[in-house]
């Protein structure tokens, strides 16, 4: 009997990693190869429309996430490191399209094979990452984002896989709290945006962490843009960095230096 075919995944690289942070998706790549997938990524995608979504804009966001259907919905999965575009896609696009039901049944298709990519590694492809050497020295605390957490229920999956690769996790007071960032939020609301990162930093340092990982680049960015004007030194990755052993890479924030 022959072997069956992998499954055709298509990585959803997200807006923040393809300006920000190549490497999470290159490494996101280099993840699902080795779980066993045939991965694409598609270049005709875009915007996921969640900004415009957020804000009230409806109209816009739309013919964004028609185009976004368009191009993923022939794959077998979608998947992205990202909990926040990973819940748009698959809780937010059947709202969206709730009263235009050709659209709303695309909608709910691809939303239902669309996971964030720690779930889908540990859930679906039930994957043991290789180990991840240069961090046995190292004092590791994860922050869990709120989309991720609260939207998808992903928790134990970035922890499963980091401790299949050899990383030990200190586990800092307030986790689950949002960092602050939360989109447009931190733009709206600043000085509440900025006590809560420093509420997060604190709550890391205090665990003595000297590293600070996530699944979200939106969390991680806001938290390592506070970190560095606040003085304090923490380093910032990206959940997929870790698990592909991407440390020789210059972490979050100190790519021009």
Same mark, same amino acid.
């Given at each position: 009997?022959?072997?069956?075919?992998?499954?055709?995944?298509?990585? %959803?690289?997200? !807006?923040?990693?393809?300006?920000?942070?190549?490497?999470?998706a290159e490494?996101?790549?280099?993840?699902?190869?080795a779980a066993g997938c045939e991965v694409h990524v598609p270049l005709g995608q875009s915007c996921c429309g969640q900004p415009g979504y957020n804000s009230g804009a409806i109209a816009s966001a739309r013919p964004v996430a028609q185009g976004l259907i368009r191009t993923f919905e022939d794959f077998d999965y979608l998947v992205a490191p990202s909990g926040s575009c990973a819940g748009m896609i698959r809780h937010h696009y059947p709202r969206l399209f709730a009263d235009d039901p050709p659209w709303r049944e695309r909608a709910?298709?691809?939303?239902? /094979? &669309? %996971?964030?990519?720690?779930?889908?590694?540990?859930?679906? #492809?039930?994957?043991?990452?290789?180990?991840?050497?240069?961090?046995?020295?190292?004092?590791?605390?994860?922050?869990?984002?709120?989309? +991720?957490?609260r939207e998808l229920g992903i928790r134990a999956q970035p922890r499963q896989l980091?401790?299949?690769a050899g990383v030990t996790l200190?586990? #800092?007071?307030? &986790?689950?709290? !949002? !960092?602050?960032? +939360? +989109? &447009?939020? !931190?733009? /709206?609301l600043p000085e509440i945006s900025v006590a809560m990162a420093d509420e997060k930093l604190g709550n890391a340092l205090a665990a003595g962490a000297d590293m600070l990982v996530g699944g979200d680049l939106g969390c991680l960015l806001h938290l390592c843009g506070r970190a560095q004007a606040a003085g /304090?030194?923490?380093? %910032?990755?990206?959940?997929?960095?870790?698990?592909?052993?991407?440390?020789?890479?210059?972490?979050?924030? /100190?790519?021009?230096?």
């Open positions: 009997m022959p072997a069956p075919s992998p499954p055709r995944v298509a990585l %959803f690289v997200t !807006c923040l990693a393809n300006v920000f942070r190549p490497t999470v490494s996101s790549v280099e993840l699902l190869r709910q298709a691809l939303g239902d /094979k &669309t %996971f964030e990519l720690t779930a889908f590694l540990a859930d679906v #492809m039930h994957f043991a990452p290789a180990p991840t050497r240069g961090t046995a020295a190292r004092t590791i605390t994860y922050h869990d984002s709120c989309a +991720g957490l980091l401790a299949a200190t586990e #800092m007071q307030g &986790t689950e709290v !949002c !960092c602050g960032f +939360g +989109g &447009t939020f !931190c733009a /709206k /304090k030194s923490l380093e %910032f990755r990206h959940v997929s960095e870790l698990l592909a052993g991407r440390l020789d890479r210059a972490a979050l924030g /100190k790519e021009q230096t």
